[in-house]
């Protein structure tokens, strides 16, 4: 039986927060999906961007004829400068929180940087708080940039080890995906997606095709593709129930894996 709103705003005044009763009532309130009909890409910082032109020029092109067909929120990593800040910051015992407003500056020069190659197409990127405009920019040019690292900042949680901030542009994408309740969240690497071990140092790696999270964490893999932090909001997620990476160094694959096509690796939240 489902619980009215009535129901649900009395729990909300007479219990506290995380009161059972009311944690199962909220539960059962219906799901809205803001923007079903978009897919949020992730263009790697250090696996793409990080290569400059001979790799970002032909998925600009990609993406450029994509967005005929599909409505596009294209977030960005931050890549090997903000690794050689977060060394820097590390060294001088700075915490998480600052290091995580490093490695945002670093992810919002790519999506600028990125915003002036698509300039001609219409297509601009937008900053946190201009993620509220985003249903414009789609209904007008069905694409629109973001600076894939979550606005944390100082409120960073701290990870259980070190200082390198936990929630990086991996998750900060998969988030975006997650709360607009889109169809579809690709992450487009320099591999052809997920192995069982390192394939830039092991001979030995072999492909998997696909995976669910659970198995993942059962072979070691949380941090082998992706940041691991990404599988845990997968398995909670309501809407986005898999993520896909494909190797974006290969021409067509972000347009197949766009097409529904089974491209480089699907991880699945069960």
Known sequence: MSTTTTELEALLMQRSLTDPQLVAAAE????FRILPDATVIKIGGQSMIDRGRA???????????????????IGTGAGTRARHLYSIAAGLRLPAGVLSQLGA???DQN????????AKHGISAVSSAGLSSVPLFLAEVNAVIFSGM?????????????????????????????????????????ENGLYTANPKTSKNATFIPKISVAEMKAKGLQDSILEFP????????????????????????????????????????S
């Open 28 to 31: 059962k309130a219906s799901d």
């Open 55 to 73: 790799a970002v020029y032909p998925i600009v092109e990609e993406i450029v004829a994509a967005r005929k067909a599909h409505k596009l929120l």
């Open 105 to 107: 500056s670093v992810a």
């Open 111 to 118: 999506a600028a940087m990125l915003g002036q190659l698509l």
């Open 150 to 190: 979550p606005p944390y900042s100082l409120w960073m949680r701290p990870a259980a080890e070190g200082v390198i901030p936990p929630y990086r542009t991996d998750a900060g994408c998969f988030l975006v995906a997650e709360q607009f309740g889109c169809k579809a969240m690709i992450y487009v690497k320099d």
């Open 230 to 269: 990404v599988l845990d909001l997968l398995a909670a997620a309501r809407h986005v129930s898999q993520v896909q990476v494909v190797n974006g160094l290969v021409p067509g694959n972000l347009t197949r894996a766009l097409a529904g096509e089974h491209v480089g690796t699907i991880i699945t939240a």
